[in-house]
């Protein structure tokens, strides 16, 4: 998906766009991707699988059955269970409701998130392994997969707040377009940088907390998580007031 000026339909604003859907959309976009990276280096201290960056998940899968990689169901698991999250949230969005697609898909997953944190709690953080640990990786990947769902774009530009590689490429092209690019292109090449950084900088700064969080009190790491998540909701526009 290339950067585009913001789109509507109809009159209808593009409903896959921060900037369209959210006040303040730097601000959520600085939130969401923190706490994507906060509950990802949570989840692969404590389960040994990722939750929000599927592409290391895809990679200890094939690790794990070349045998290297002990925890590779747990990498399995949320794998799946992501994909099941984005699939049903998807949906969710696409469906007729008096409540806007983002809300929608912030209210799935700041549910997911909740149930997650339940079973952490209840399941200690899967500390005895096995199947525990198994069931926790895949909640955390159920969740992540609805957050995923939550915007696609800002102000135009795509951006990403679950997985981060794309990221990365998009930042690349980016840069060579705005060294060599002309005048417009160059413009929207250095808001798309800035938008980059400021992804990467807030998923890895959540990272860094999130490796603090799980030493002192992992029980309440997704708990955290999904209370920080569900103030998200304080900065939906409403509906009468999208442009």
Request: net charge positive; glycine share 14%.
């Amino acid at each position: 998906m290339g950067d585009s000026q913001p789109s509507t339909t109809g009159g209808t604003p593009d409903p896959e766009d921060s900037y369209r859907e959210f006040r303040h959309p730097l601000l959520v976009l600085a939130l969401t991707t923190g706490i994507a990276g906060f509950v990802d280096a949570f989840a692969f201290l404590r389960y040994g699988a990722f939750v929000a960056n599927q592409s290391g998940n895809a990679v200890f899968l094939g690790i794990g059955l070349a045998g290297r990689h002990s925890t590779w169901l747990e990498s399995a698991a949320s794998l799946v269970a992501f994909a099941a999250g984005t699939g049903v949230v998807s949906q969710i969005r696409a469906g007729r409701s008096r409540w806007s697609p983002s809300a929608r898909a912030l209210a799935a997953a700041v549910l997911a998130m909740s149930l997650w944190a339940v079973l952490n709690a209840l399941l200690q953080h899967g500390r005895q392994g096995g199947l525990p640990r198994i069931a926790l990786a895949a909640a955390g990947g159920l969740a992540m997969g609805a957050l995923a769902t939550l915007f696609a774009r800002t102000a135009g530009i795509t951006t990403a707040i679950t997985y981060q590689s794309g990221t990365v490429a998009k930042t690349g092209e980016r840069v060579g377009r705005w060294l060599v690019g002309p005048g417009n292109a160059r413009r929207r090449a250095r808001q798309g940088i800035l938008l980059g950084l400021l992804a990467l900088t807030c998923y890895a700064v959540g990272g860094g907390i999130g490796t603090l969080g799980q030493q002192g009190q992992p029980r309440w790491v997704p708990a955290w998580g999904a209370l920080a998540l569900s103030t998200v909701a304080f900065l939906l526009r409403r509906s009468g007031s999208r442009r």
